[in-house]
């Protein structure tokens, strides 16, 4: 995007007032560390971040103004109606999205050259210390785990994930190795995986494609590209075949409209359209997949709702018709993706803790994937369903370190 | 001015000098291309790109070119960016779109060209491009006959073609050269989206070429020219300079004005 000169006063403007809030209506004054360009971050819109202030003190009396990475959302310092509930709206959003992760990062955090000397002294000498690799990187967002990535290299010219390989071993090492990736890398490792073995991984990609926002799926597919010298859906189309690819690559080559505006003429127009196929058992018709894969979430989520509304049943009893077909399974998989991706996690976990021999793949798989987007309310919704809560099962089920720092990862806190 | 352009106007019975109706409508015709051109040329190209999706969707079939022009001509991340900016402005995707619009058998293709996020690396793997290769002669060779399902809607061939990068599907078009008598553009005469696909994918040279030919033409048609138009205003000037070169005499000839100097500015080798 050209950034033209009008966009830049614009954004000069609103850094200005966020350092003006920082330096007059806090006390004490909060002094940005490294005034710099390479910290005015831009979001999509043109919207103004400004970064690199995770190592700084907050304020005790502007708690909430702090987002738990240190971004500060540039406010203006009028305090009129419009910049109010313009103020009031982000803090909401900044609680409600802390709200349903389960990550806990410290209000004070140690800076970044700290964390990497901890860490190289966690493998030094004799065995390797995983309680302090824990506490570490068990309390580090992916903005902080990337940042410490880089240092580290810079200073100790290795890579940490080789580091932590040559340290580590077993569902250990392999949860630690997958946390500390970037949310996007790590899509795109899941993903690569998946096509490589057989039917059970269709699912991964399923998740993959369904459950993260549309940047998100995108920045994967720019990951998976850097990583593997090709594209995802090369990758999909090779791998998979039957219906399985027919929906699967419209899934993974998505990029959704993302906004709330629904058409409920639409709605009720797709809806027949879904259960005219459904009743034709047409499963995989290409209406079907269509609906599925480009229709934005919020249109395909009150087109369900018609069709529970007009035809009796959810969408998901329709598609049980035949239990052991794997591709009606996947169908139903993909609709609770869309819909209600708390209620799919449960299910993955419930299926992988309470098997004899736990599922560490999917456990590891959804845990790290979640834990900072919405695990509170998979664990809520574990909860609700298996009377007992997420932290107890995973306890039972697992031990060591893989335990740690699941339960560390899951929120827990210990008594 | 006026006294300057005496063809535009006519005595009337009542001697009063009006407008020379058809010579005023070639007029308006010749600044409309100048005019087209410098909107396009002016706007962001991914507001343009999602704006002439848009436009090509709602025209209906014969349009259709146009998307996969578009589709195919874009570096990944240009039409990424023209996604970005269809949701922008149309509150919608551009998947969902054409999903829901194109009613014929070329939807499968067009929804899995627009969706396409090639990778742009040099790597090519050569043994996948020559039993591709053979894939497409399969896919082809069936449906020639069979006018009941078309090649462009086979599943093989759509994933061969949205899928792969561009440096791998160039080798894809060699390796059908070796295996065929013909090249893969010369065998899809009858299905012409797809044959300009694979030409905009694997020999763009060709399609531009193509364009210019048509446009410069005595009797070339509105949209011919329309073509023209789009290309020079947002194919990058590197990739069709030859191209134009070839046809500076004809651009010389038959074209005027304003529009005639965008088109040789083309040619210019101090442009932007």
Redesign the interface.
């Known amino acids: 995007?050209?950034l033209g000169w009008i966009k830049r006063i614009n954004v000069m403007k609103v850094v200005l007032y966020a350092l003006s809030y920082m330096h007059h209506d806090f006390s004490p004054p909060i002094v940005h560390p490294d005034r710099s360009s390479k910290n005015i971050l831009l979001h999509l819109d043109n919207e103004v971040h400004i970064s690199g202030l995770w190592h700084c003190q907050a304020s005790k009396t502007h708690p909430t103004s702090i987002k738990s990475n240190g971004a500060v959302y540039g406010v203006p310092k009028e305090d009129n109606f419009l910049t109010r509930t313009l103020w009031e709206r982000i803090q909401k959003e900044i609680k409600e999205e802390e709200a349903m992760a389960t990550l806990t990062v410290p209000t004070t955090v140690p800076s970044v050259s700290e964390d990497c000397e901890q860490l190289r002294k966690a493998f030094s000498g004799w065995g390797t210390n995983e309680g302090l690799i824990i506490d570490i990187l068990g309390h580090r967002n992916a903005e902080q785990r990337n940042l410490i990535r880089k240092t580290y290299a810079e200073t100790y010219g290795e890579d940490l994930l080789k580091a932590l390989d040559k340290e580590l071993s077993n569902d250990f090492e392999r949860l630690v190795l997958l946390w500390a990736l970037d949310p996007a890398e790590r899509d795109a490792l899941l993903a690569n995986e998946a096509t490589k073995r057989w039917t059970s991984s269709n699912q991964v990609l399923m998740e993959i494609a369904c459950t993260r926002s549309a940047n998100q799926l995108?920045h994967a597919?720019q990951a998976y590209?850097a990583r593997y010298?090709?594209?995802l859906?090369?990758d999909?189309?090779?791998h998979t075949t039957g219906d399985f690819?027919?929906l699967l690559?419209?899934l993974v080559?998505?990029?959704?409209?993302?906004?709330e505006?629904v058409n409920m003429t639409l709605a009720k127009t797709e809806a027949k359209l879904l259960h005219e196929k459904i009743s034709d058992k047409a499963y995989s018709d290409?209406d079907v997949i269509?609906v599925l894969?480009?229709?934005?979430k919020a249109q395909i989520n009150a087109t369900l709702n018609h069709y529970k509304n007009e035809y009796g049943n959810d969408i998901n009893k329709d598609l049980k018709a035949d239990p052991k077909d794997e591709f009606l399974a996947l169908l139903r998989s993909t609709v609770k993706c869309l819909v209600y991706p708390e209620k799919y996690f449960e299910k993955v976990l419930r299926l992988a803790i309470n098997r004899r021999g736990t599922d560490e793949g999917a456990l590891t798989r959804v845990v790290c994937t979640r834990a900072e987007v919405d695990l509170k309310i998979i664990a809520d919704e574990y909860q609700r369903r298996n009377s007992v809560p997420l932290t107890r099962a995973i306890v039972k089920d697992t031990h060591g370190d893989y335990e740690k720092l699941l339960l560390v990862l899951a929120g827990h806190v210990e008594n | 001015m006026r006294k300057g352009c005496s063809k535009f106007f006519l005595e009337d019975e009542r001697q009063f000098e009006r407008w020379n109706d058809s010579a005023i409508k070639s007029l308006k015709a010749e600044f409309k291309l100048f005019k087209d051109v410098v909107l396009l040329s002016l706007m962001?190209p991914w507001e343009r790109d999602a704006r002439l999706l848009k436009k090509a969707l709602k025209k209906g079939p014969p349009h259709y070119n146009v998307i996969v022009e578009i589709a195919c001509t874009r570096s990944s991340d240009q039409l990424?960016g023209a996604?970005?900016a269809y949701?922008s402005l149309f509150?919608?995707?551009i998947?969902?779109d054409l999903?829901?619009h194109v009613k014929g058998s070329e939807?499968?293709l067009l929804?899995?060209l627009v969706?396409?996020?090639?990778?742009?690396?040099p790597?090519v793997k050569e043994d996948?491009a020559k039993s591709e290769a053979k894939a497409l002669l399969n896919a082809i060779k069936n449906n020639n006959g069979d006018h009941k399902k078309k090649a462009m809607e086979e599943?093989e061939v759509i994933?061969?073609l949205?899928?792969?990068?561009k440096p791998h599907l160039k080798v894809v078009y060699e390796q059908f050269k070796k295996i065929s008598a013909k090249t893969i553009t010369e065998d899809l005469e009858v299905e012409l989206l797809l044959k300009e696909t694979v030409e905009c994918l694997c020999t763009p040279q060709t399609y531009f070429t193509r364009v210019f030919d048509t446009a410069l033409r005595e009797d070339a048609k509105e949209d011919a020219k329309k073509a023209l138009t789009r290309l020079v205003a947002t194919q990058e000037d590197v990739d069709l300079k030859g191209i134009a070169a070839k046809f500076e005499d004809k651009i010389k000839e038959r074209v005027k004005g304003a529009y005639k100097d965008v088109l040789l500015g083309v040619l210019a080798d101090d442009r932007k």
Do not use: C, F, N, Q
């Not at chain 2, 969706?115 to 690396?121: D, I, M, N, Q, V």
């Open positions: 995007m050209k995108l597919r590209h010298k090709k594209s859906e090369e999909v189309a090779h690819r027919k690559l419209p080559s998505s990029y959704r409209y993302e906004g505006e290409d269509r894969a480009t229709r934005s | 962001h990424l996604r970005k949701h509150d919608r995707s998947e969902e999903a829901s939807r499968k929804v899995a969706s396409a996020y090639r990778y742009e690396g790597k996948a599943d994933w061969i949205t899928t792969r990068s």
